[in-house]
């Protein structure tokens, strides 16, 4: 356990639906990171906070994805009128400057669009 | 664009031999170079970074080289275990990329007792 935690775990949700996932990093990184995994692949990068800013997206953020981290603290990744090709692992990461860039992930929330 | 390739076939070893994982790189020009280990169904976990300017860096049986001229790194397990079967990732953050941190797909390690 890496002390960041993401809510739910699991979602099974209908095409069209909106849904909304839920990371606490670790408390006082400032660094918070979005990612998407597909089995056999990598993490996908989607976006990164540091403090409560959206320094960086990816494209796929510019339209039915958005994420926020309104105090600095947790963070929300929605992702509106989804699609059977949304279903992915969503990993959320956290870090603080003073340990160079490692990143501490969280154990994910597994998103299945029938 | 940017491209990290890692061994797509999975590797066997056998229990006490040393694996060696490749990861190369195009169009990118990182400020740090990192490694994860991923088991199924869990989050990455940190295992090792390294930076621009560093050649090699060790942890007690891991050791990453980083080679910006040959766009490369390699990353050693000596004395395997059958516990270190997993998959290995490689990651490139910051200098050309920005705040972007982008993954290989991994190397899945299997290691024989």
């Known amino acids: 356990d890496t002390g960041v935690s993401q809510d739910p775990r699991h979602k099974i949700t209908k095409r069209g639906q909106n849904v909304t996932f839920r990371c606490d990093p670790i408390s006082e990184h400032n660094r918070l990171y979005w990612y998407r995994q597909t089995l056999g692949q990598g993490p996908e990068f989607l976006t990164y906070f540091q403090n409560e800013a959206q320094l960086e997206k990816s494209r796929l953020l510019s339209d039915r994805f958005s994420a926020e981290r309104p105090k600095g603290s947790f963070s929300t990744l929605e992702i509106q009128r989804t699609e059977q090709g949304d279903s992915a692992m969503y990993l959320c990461?956290?870090?603080?400057?003073?340990?160079?860039?490692?990143?501490?992930f969280g154990p994910g929330t597994r998103l299945t669009v029938l | 664009s940017q491209k990290i390739e890692q061994n797509s076939e999975a590797l066997n070893i056998q229990e006490g031999k040393t694996a060696t994982l490749t990861c190369n790189y195009t169009?990118?020009?990182?400020?740090?170079l990192q490694w994860y280990r991923q088991d199924p169904g869990r989050g990455p976990v940190f295992l090792l970074l390294?930076?621009?300017?560093?050649k090699e860096k060790r942890k007690e049986r891991l050791k990453v080289t980083f080679d910006t001229t040959l766009k490369q790194s390699l990353f050693h397990i000596t004395a395997s275990q059958p516990a270190d079967s997993a998959t290995y990732l490689c990651a490139l953050e910051g200098g050309t990329g920005g705040f972007k941190t982008i993954f290989g797909a991994g190397t899945r390690l299997f290691v024989k007792a």
């Open positions: 169009n990118y020009s990182p400020a740090y």
């Open positions: 990461a956290s870090g603080d400057n003073s340990g160079g860039d490692t990143q501490y």
């Open positions: 390294i930076r621009e300017n560093e």
